[in-house]
């Protein structure tokens, strides 16, 4: 019997869904689940940030003057509108448009590249004043004590999130290529929803770690 | 769905075409999506690891038979236990029951076809080997010494190879993580027609209640191991009280964790007793929905009561009492559980057949388990407990006593429906006395040799407690026998066993509606759940195998076949 079902399913369907609708809310619940995992791992850390901060209230408030307000600022828009630009690539691929969708794609792929440009220039700077993480910190103009443990967490947090920005463009760029080659229709664009989604929580978590790091004094 | 006579006894014999062999050939296996062979996978993957961590535990015990250095010094000794620790919690009983009996029997019970995600299963036992290699790759280079919590700051310090260690517990993680996801959305969009919330097994609700411990706990320790990593790759200071860090922060971190990890370790292992309790009494669970619900409540409060592993850290006097209160809550679902399994065989019609056994083993070792839980979660009696062997007996009771006690009952009651083959019953019992006798000596001497005084961790130790220690080595050998003896008719069963038939227990859940072993799309039509998991005194369901004796009887008389209303 097997066999004569999965003549009937559509290619998309898995053969141990009943239909298309159960088979796209288990994606979906299973993708909440993961981002639920992902605030989490997260949230490991914004409890050390919490911790440190309320034991060096000083030191971290000296040593957030050395970010970049402007590049920080450049990079939350520039998040911002990839979201978006996400968003649309749904929008396009619901009404049937593989052209948009491709065009949307690909400029989010670019915003992703340009914040992590941005990140780079931001870090090799840090770098080069020697505001490294733990026995690597070298810099003497923070007063306070441990000024180190601001530029750990620092890292620890921007680092992992970059590390998620790269994997998000390792996801943009397959769905680029299948979008492509017309793997997905209106009736089927489950993929490109769930890395909409998880594309918004990089842009979430950034939005709580720019005030954190660059604004909050 | 319906079992006439006839269905069933043409059905009865070995199903000739099965998951085990078909499709053939190593590759099919390496590259399967099917739920049950990546289940089987799992079982052999973990079964190596038990035995591993298990001659790690022999040799501990061999150089506690005399207060004196026997066969290896201290470094030796350390790296010992943390290998024996750090591989039977993340290698062995954290994935065992979900892992592997989990994967191959929740699909069954729901009456579904596979897990939701079968690719991401495949890739979740692929990770897990990938993290046990490091484990490996670690061990064999200059194995940790810190004891399976590595905490800080000796951690960071110590000369042995902690990053490979710990990187295999961040990959072990994600593992564990996929298996979860993969159970919560198994269990909530795949459930068979008719299989409403309260018609699921417990099993399954046990399961649900892990997967969510699973998915919502270990990030945490995803993090602080990679914190852990970086505090000795970069000195970050996050730990380091040398520069303003603080050790206790990675005790807060890790039992946030690790405590809800017990619970990972415990719920499927309770989940198995509600199953084998009501099979074997044939009756319906009393209080079916406090059961299934406990074990979100113990999932729950599991997460408020890590602090009661720090009493003696330093944290505020304060937090520590909310902690205590808060840990004795935790005995209340427990307790529930356990008032209820009592009632259910109450007035049953109990055979003890070897599932069973291994059920009242768990019963009286994990009630002893539990309740010195309580005894350590009182902060005086902790505050002179900690850290001796009091705790090691503790632990020993709740993870050997419960969950693998469970575990072993579970391998017997599904052994049949896996393999579609009967293991030998008297070797069975042999093993079950074995194992529980040898448990009792090994591990009840160290409650005594705790409250004497005796500290964990020391391979060397004052004249006094001698006898105490010789005897538990004793024990562990029996203990090696009776799982020796298992292993035994458990690999001869699958080659000689006599055929079990479709349901050779009587029992109701959907598992056991199909053949054995199951095809590889586990059901030939859909099955519907029309009757709870345990309607016993509504549906007699026909015991296939006739050949099981009862507790010196040779046959259970076989139930009158009804046709079963549907
Ligand atoms: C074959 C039976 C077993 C024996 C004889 C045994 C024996 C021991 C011994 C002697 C220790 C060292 C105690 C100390 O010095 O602190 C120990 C520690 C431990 N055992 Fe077992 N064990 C057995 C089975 C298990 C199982 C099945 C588990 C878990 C599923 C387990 C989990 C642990 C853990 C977590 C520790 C703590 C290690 C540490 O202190 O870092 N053991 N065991
Ligand atoms: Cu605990």
Partial sequence: ?217 | MAATVADTKASMAYAEVNYLNEPKGLKSWLLTLDHKRIGLMYFFAIMTMFFLGGIFALLVRLELFTPKQDFFGADTYNKFFTLHGAIMVFLFIIPSIPAALGNIILPLQLGAKDVAFPRLNLASWYVYVTGALFAIYSMVTNAVDTGWTFYAPYSTTTNTAVISMTMAVFILGFSSIFTGLNFLVTIHKLRAPGMTWFKMPLFVWGLYATALIQVLATPVLAITVVLLMLERGLGIGIFDPAMGGDPVLFQHFFWFYSHPAVYIMILPGMAIISELITAFSRKQMFGYKFVGFSSLAIALTGFMVWGHHMFTSGQSELSAVIFSFITFLVGIPSGIKIFNWLATMYRGSITLQTPMLWAFAFLFLFTIGGLTGIFLGAISLDIHLHDTYFVVAHFHYVMMGGTVMALMGGIHYWWPKIWGRMYNEKLARFSVFFVFVGFNVTFFTQFILGTRGMPRRYYQYLEQYQTLHEISTVGSWLLLLGFAIMAFYLIHSIFKGKVAGNNPWGALTLEWTTSSPPPAHNFERQPIAVNGPYDFDKVAAEITYEGTPGFGETVVAKKETTEVKH
């Avoid at chain 1, 901060?53 to 990079?75: C, D, Q, V, Y």
């Avoid at chain 1, 979201?83 to 400029?107: E, F, N, P, V, Y």
């Avoid at chain 1, 441990?146 to 750990?152: A, G, L």
Wanted: contains cysteine; neutral net charge.
């Fill in chain 1, 1 to 217: 019997m097997s066999m004569n079902h999965a003549a009937e399913h559509p290619a998309h369907l898995a053969h141990h869904f009943a239909d298309t609708e159960q088979q796209k809310e288990s994606a979906k619940l299973g993708m909440w689940f993961f981002l639920l995992t992902e605030v989490l791992t997260f949230g490991g850390l914004f409890c050390a940030y919490a911790v440190y901060r309320a034991w060096h209230p000083e030191m971290f408030f000296n040593a957030h003057k050395e970010l970049s307000l402007m590049a920080g600022t450049i990079n939350t828009i520039v998040l911002i509108t990839s979201s978006l630009t996400m968003a649309l690539a749904i929008r396009s691929m619901q009404l049937g448009d593989k052209k948009q969708a491709m065009m949307h794609l690909a400029l989010t792929f670019l915003l992703a590249a340009t914040f992590l440009v941005i990140k780079y220039f931001e870090y090799s700077h840090k770098f080069h004043e020697g505001q490294l993480p733990g026995r690597f910190y070298t810099y003497t103009g923070i007063e306070g004590s441990n000024p180190h443990v601001f530029f750990s967490i620092y890292f620890a947090m921007t680092g992992l999130h970059g590390i998620h920005v790269m994997g998000g463009m390792c996801l943009i760029a397959w769905l680029f290529f299948k979008t492509k080659n017309g793997a997905f229709s209106p009736e089927y664009y489950t993929p490109i929803e769930m890395t909409g989604l998880f594309w918004h929580l990089v842009d979430l978590i950034w939005i709580f770690l720019f005030p954190l790091f660059y604004l909050i004094g």
